[in-house]
Structure formats: structure tokens, C-alpha cells
């Protein structure tokens, strides 16, 4: 077995408490800025005042959106704590790529960039970012999977950490790092193979929501709906709404053709 006895807080400054899963998530939000940066400068038909204002789009909504799909999620928990509705010690992959891509959408809409292109440029940056992001959920103890006798499983013992103590669970962080860094090099292969923008954007979002819905049943949770957890009923929404969109543009290039 693999134990972890880390605190999930990284340093205090006063009373503020700086935890390692904050200081990772902010590094993955960097990963994707300084690859939109690097995409720029190899040529990319995208300006750099575009990156930025995006950012500054993108950034809030997704952790709004993020913060606000864990409350939902943890509603029986938060209706009894109001005052603790705001904050960020619980957000949610799903409402940060959709609330950032829903931002920045309406942002493409005003400013005249082809949101399509922007959105398959960023693709792979994206699935690279929850992998790292995930290294934080390992630290802080949040998103372990169900209880194990697998040796590889983990047990954490800091009195701190999110998830139950003394006990072997499923690394299912470590299993979705693996995975995403695989759909990484995925993306990274068909860029340039897909038409009409937007393709590759699809196929990451497709991909991940497959993962999503499967490791559902592995992960600890609670259920959202029809036994599912919330991750899983999205991510069954957001798969079914891919692939009708990449059938209709399918079909549609075949009766173009």
C-alpha cells in the first residue's frame, strides 16, 4: 500500500491557509495560458491580446461555474453552512472547462475570433492541465476512488486530508492522470486532421466525458441522480451532445461531397 501522511496545506500566512491544491490548480491554469502564448508565438492565427482578455474571461467563469456545480452537487451539506457557499475548497473539472468555454464563447461572439479554432488550439492544454491538477487532488486526499485490497492502493493518515483515514482506497487521481496524459498525446496526433474547427475540442470533450461516466462507478461519491454521480449525468450530456454534433457535421460534409 502507498501512504500519504502530507498535510493538504502547504503553508499559513496569518490566518490564511495556502493549501497544495490551490498552488497546483493555479500552476495548471498557467500551463494553459503559456500554451495559448506558445501557440502564438509558432504562428497561430490568434493575437496575444486575445489570450489575455480570454483569460481574463475564461479564468473567473470556469471557477464560478466550477464552485457553484460542487455546492449543487453538496447541497445537503452547504443548505446547513450557507456561509460557506463561497470559497474554493471544492471545484469541479466539469464547471471549470464549461463555464470557461461558455465565457470565453460569448466573448467570441462580441470580439469576432472563431471560437472553433481557439477552442482546438486549447484542447490539449486543457486535458494537460487536469493532469496536473490532479497531482493536487492526490495531496489534498479529495476525488479517491472506493475502498481496495489492490497493493497499489492508498492509504492517507494526515488528519487533514479529505478522504477517510487509515483506510486503502482506489488511486483513482493517479488513475485519471494516466488516462488524460494518454487523450494528451491523442489530441496532440489528430491536430490537423479535423475538419471544420471545433473537431478537436469534441473528441477531447468526448473522451474525457467516457472517462468520466466509467470511473464514476470506482470513485467514491454521492448519488445525483438515477444512482449517478453528478460528474457522471453530465458527463452523459456532454457525450451525447458531442457525438450528435460530430455525426450532423459527419453527415453533412458527405452530402457536401
Known amino acids: 500500500m502507498i501512504k500519504i501522511g502530507i498535510s493538504p496545506i502547504a503553508f499559513t500566512i496569518g490566518t490564511l491557509s495556502v493549501t497544495w491544491y490551490g498552488i497546483i490548480v493555479a500552476l495548471a491554469i498557467l500551463v494553459i495560458v503559456l500554451w495559448l502564448v506558445r501557440e502564438v508565438r509558432k504562428g497561430a492565427n490568434l493575437s496575444y491580446d486575445t489570450v489575455f482578455t480570454a483569460s481574463i474571461v475564461g479564468i473567473p467563469a470556469g471557477i464560478i461555474m466550477a464552485r457553484l456545480l460542487h455546492v ?128 478537436i475540442f469534441l473528441i477531447y470533450l468526448s473522451l474525457y466525458s467516457a472517462w468520466r461516466i466509467g470511473i464514476g462507478f470506482l470513485r467514491d461519491g454521492t448519488p445525483f441522480l438515477f444512482n449517478l454521480q453528478q460528474a457522471q449525468v453530465i458527463g452523459i450530456i456532454v457525450l451525447a451532445i458531442c457525438v450528435s454534433i460530430m455525426a450532423f457535421r459527419t453527415r453533412r460534409v458527405k452530402i457536401e461531397n
Not at 88 to 115: C, D, E, P, Q
Not at 155 to 183: C, D, F, K, R, W
Open 72 to 199: 449543487v452537487d453538496k447541497w445537503d451539506y452547504y443548505s446547513q453552512n450557507l456561509g460557506q457557499i463561497v470559497g474554493t475548497s471544492g471545484l469541479t473539472i466539469y464547471g471549470a472547462v464549461l463555464g470557461a468555454a461558455l465565457a470565453i464563447w460569448i466573448y467570441s461572439r462580441i470580439s469576432g475570433f472563431k471560437f472553433g479554432y481557439f477552442a482546438d488550439l486549447i484542447a490539449p492544454a486543457i486535458i494537460l492541465a487536469q493532469s496536473i491538477g490532479r497531482l493536487g487532488c492526490i495531496l489534498n486526499g479529495c476525488c479517491y476512488g472506493a475502498e481496495t485490497s489492490l497493493f497499489w492502493g492508498i492509504v492517507y493518515t494526515h488528519p487533514e486530508s479529505s478522504a477517510p483515514l487509515g483506510i486503502a482506497v482506489h488511486p483513482t487521481q493517479i488513475y485519471e492522470i494516466l488516462y488524460n496524459l494518454m487523450v494528451f498525446g491523442i489530441l496532440l496526433k489528430l491536430r490537423g486532421k479535423f475538419k471544420p474547427d471545433g473537431s
